[in-house]
């Protein structure tokens, strides 16, 4: 039975049929494809996001988004039904569901607890993303476009691998050594000179907050950060001194456009998630709106291009944020829109922006500072709190409700004056998420679909035909296979980044960890694909055909 069992896990997989459904009608392939994901945005974000814009008149009636909603999304991880957004995002780009802290590399088993077949013998194998595989078969310009630091969880998922998230250095210079041609949002303080190096001797301008720059760069290739980690919330946002997220996907698309190839591009509206761990309902709602123009952005391009694809989902839930809490359940039929959002409008920062002003700020100040940004008229008791957690921070921002600390505390009086919305949690939600698309022939993926589905139907419509594994072992094969038979070792005086090397009569192969380019006997050379080092079992995946150097 058990072996049954396993062999319709096999099929399932691989027939991208995970708990969900295969496609049953051609999906044609287009020329561009560009992927949007709102991190952490469950569904309510979008409805309140709706009647927020309805209340203040921003616009038209209905969301960007709207016309293109064709599905839901189930997303989930390896082991679990609530995913991190580190193996959510890495199932789209790879088709394996993973576990928490993953970054598109095969998980582990989890005995009793796995949701999918999982092969132990692939544990730590990385695996070829979306990305890889465009660039590599179909010599696609790629980009990618957020508002967190670029080592960040979905941005790494697309273009680079480890088993943990936090892995900043070594995912950061797989980043960039994958030499995409256009990458925005976060992270200066992230960037070494070795990566600055690389991207110079690549042809690739690096922005490093500079607005002017930003907007008068008219090459084709860019790297533009604006914040030492993560960008500023777009309600907090200096618009003299950061680009929008409308405006990065403008500059993206404007340069990616120019390949004769095509190009696959990630937009994420990366904070909307940073706001819903906060439970801050302000900063939800304002990022979603920021990434609503974004895809605004997008829709336009495809349409006027006719040959693109934009496929919107988020990668998970969070929060539970609802139109409706405990506290309005009586006469909650009666609830006038005045009513929701009158008080709501008047809040001009989010709990982030409120924060960074008291802090700079004396006790005293605290009154006139929350009502000239809030609205909000602070009794004694809440200015006594604000007192007492002046200077406290969480430890990060996923942490926000578990400590006694400034942004929890504004948040908490912010809530307050707002208590017709509920919150679930400060964490993860495992509901389905919502599905939008647009395609120039309208081969859209419908119905519920699953992480997998989703990974299937970008495979197809980017026109990829070598199959996802075969590329994984192209570029990810195990150094003991590649130079078996040969005498290598691996040198780890640098114990972050160890040094493959390889010798065969008179020739040395150096072949550095998380990098794109190899040594033979110290000249110089691109090897095409980043290679990978896995402390855990002790082995370098690295591209299959590199032995050849040595004959």
Request: glycine content about 8%; some cysteine.
């Amino acid at each position: 039975m058990k072996k049954l069992t396993l062999l319709l896990s096999l099929v399932l997989v691989f027939s991208g049929t995970v708990f969900g459904q295969a496609y049953k009608k051609e999906v044609r392939p287009t020329k561009n494809v560009i992927l949007m994901i709102p991190d952490g945005c469950s569904i309510g974000v979008v409805s309140n996001s709706r009647w927020y814009q309805i209340y203040n008149k921003l616009g038209n009636e209905t969301l960007a988004l709207d016309p293109y909603i064709c599905g839901s999304v189930k997303t989930f991880s390896s082991n679990a039904p609530i995913g991190d957004s580190a193996p959510t995002t890495s199932a789209y780009m790879t088709g394996m569901p993973q576990q928490t802290g993953n970054v598109s590399i095969y998980p582990p088993v989890d005995q009793g607890n796995d949701l999918v077949y999982v092969d132990p013998a692939k544990a730590y194998q990385p695996l070829a993303t979306i990305l890889e595989a465009v660039k590599i078969e179909k010599k696609k310009a790629t980009g990618l476009v957020f508002t967190v630091e670029f080592p960040h969880a979905t941005p790494a998922d697309c273009s680079a691998h480890h088993y943990n998230r936090n892995a900043y250095s070594q995912i950061g210079s797989q980043m960039v050594y994958q030499n995409m041609d256009v990458v925005m949002g976060g992270g200066n303080s992230i960037m070494s000179e070795d990566m600055k190096n690389h991207l110079n001797s690549k042809g690739v301008t690096l922005i490093q907050d500079d607005y002017r720059a930003f907007k008068a760069h008219t090459g084709d290739r860019l790297w533009a950060l604006f914040g030492e980690k993560a960008q500023v919330y777009d309600l907090d946002r200096d618009p003299n001194a950061v680009p929008s997220l409308k405006e990065m996907t403008e500059k993206a698309l404007d340069k990616l456009s120019r390949s004769e190839k095509g190009f696959f591009l990630m937009v994420e509206g990366s904070k909307i998630d940073w706001a819903a761990h906060a439970n801050d309902a302000i900063g939800m709602v304002s990022e979603y709106l920021a990434f609503d123009k974004a895809v605004q952005v997008a829709i336009d391009f495809a349409k006027k291009d006719g040959n693109t694809t934009v496929i919107i989902l988020p990668d998970h839930g969070n929060s539970g944020f609802s139109m409706g809490s405990e506290l309005s359940t009586k006469g909650y039929d009666k609830r006038t829109i005045d009513e929701f959002f009158a008080d709501f409008s008047k809040f001009r920062k989010t709990s982030e922006g409120l924060e960074f002003i008291l802090e700079k700020a004396e006790p005293s100040q605290f009154s006139s500072l929350f009502k000239q940004h809030l609205g909000i008229t602070l009794k004694s008791d809440e200015v006594e709190l604000l007192t007492k957690a002046h200077h406290q921070k969480a430890a990060n921002y996923m942490e926000v409700g578990a400590s006694v600390n400034m942004k929890s505390t504004i948040v908490d009086i912010m809530k307050s004056r707002t208590p017709l919305w509920g919150f679930t949690t400060g964490g993860h939600t495992g509901e389905d998420v919502f599905l939008a698309c647009f395609h120039p022939k309208g081969d859209v993926p419908m119905g519920m679909n699953t992480n997998n589905d989703i990974w299937r139907y970008l495979y197809t419509v980017t026109g990829l035909q070598t199959p996802m594994e075969e590329v994984t072992q192209n570029i990810f094969s195990k150094h003991t296979d590649v130079f078996s038979g040969m005498a290598y070792s691996i040198d780890k005086s640098d114990k972050d980044f160890p040094v493959l090397v390889v010798k065969k009569g008179k020739n040395t192969l150096e072949i550095p960890a998380f990098k794109s380019i190899g040594y033979l006997n110290k000249k110089q050379f691109d090897l095409g694909s980043v290679t990978v080092y896995i402390d855990k079992n002790d082995t370098f995946y690295l591209p299959k055909n590199l032995a050849e150097q040595l004959n």
